[in-house]
C-alpha cells in the first residue's frame, strides 16, 4: 500500500531524513519507534504533503510527490497529528463533520458520525460540548475519530498517547485494535514501545535520520538493544 524509497527531508543545511526505505502492506500495522528527534514526525509530515522531500513515496500504485494534503486525503491518506490539533471552537458533531468533508453525500457523513460517536461512547456524551473544552483524552479520541470520517485506507498515528494518563493509554490502544480489526492500514508512531511492538505486526527503529532496524513484532520484542533502548530491561 505505501512504498518510500530513498526519502530525504532537510531543513535548510540540517539533514533530519536521510535515504529511508519503508514498505507497508494492505491491512498492516506497523509501528514506527525512536527517541525524540529522531525524525518520525518529519516521516509523517512528508508522507502527508506537509512538507517537501527528496525521494519516492508511492501510495496504491501511485507516486505522491505532486499530491496535495487534500488530495491525499480524497485517496485515503490520512494522519492524526501529534497535538490532536483539533478545532477548538467547534463543538463535538462539528469536528467530525469538519473530518467528513470529502464525503458529499449528507445522509452518508451523518451516518459515519453515528458510527464514530458509538465507537467512541465519550464522544456522544460530549457531542455538543465545543472540543476545546474536553480533556487531553477526549481531544485525541475526537481527532482520530475525525480522521476516521473519511473512512481511510491508511492511516497515520503521530504519539497519540503523549501526555495522557496511563488509564487513557490503555483505552486508545484498545480503540487502535478496533480500527485495525476493521482493516484499516495504521503506520503508528510511538514512544511507549513496549505497547506499540506488541500491537503491531512489524516495525521499523529510527535514530538520527536513518531507519536502523526492522523486524516483526516478536524481533523486535526479544531483541536485546530494543530491550535495552525502549522496553527498560
Known sequence: ????????????????IRNIDININSGETVCLIGSNGAG????????SALISYEGT????DKEIKQYTTTQLVESGLVMVPEGRRIFSRLNVVENLEMGGFVLKDKRKRMTMIKKYLSMFPILSE????????????EQQMLAM?????????LLLLDEPTMGLSPVMVLKLFEIIKKIREEGTTILLVEQNAKIAIKLCDRGYVMNNGE??????SP???????????YLGV
Do not use: C, D, H, W
Open 57 to 60: 513515496i508511492v501510495f496504491k
Open 211 to 216: 531507519i536502523t532496524m526492522s523486524g516483526s
Open 1 to 16: 500500500m505505501l512504498k518510500i524509497k530513498n526519502l530525504n527531508v532537510s531543513y535548510g543545511s540540517i539533514k533530519a
Open 145 to 153: 475519530a475525525r480522521a476516521l470520517m473519511s473512512s481511510p485506507s
Open 40 to 47: 518520525k514526525s518529519s516521516l509523517l509530515n512528508a508522507i
Open 126 to 137: 460530549r457531542k455538543n460540548q465545543l472540543a476545546g473544552n474536553l480533556s487531553g483524552g
Open 219 to 229: 524481533e523486535l520484542e526479544n531483541n536485546e538493544q530494543i530491550k535495552e533502548a
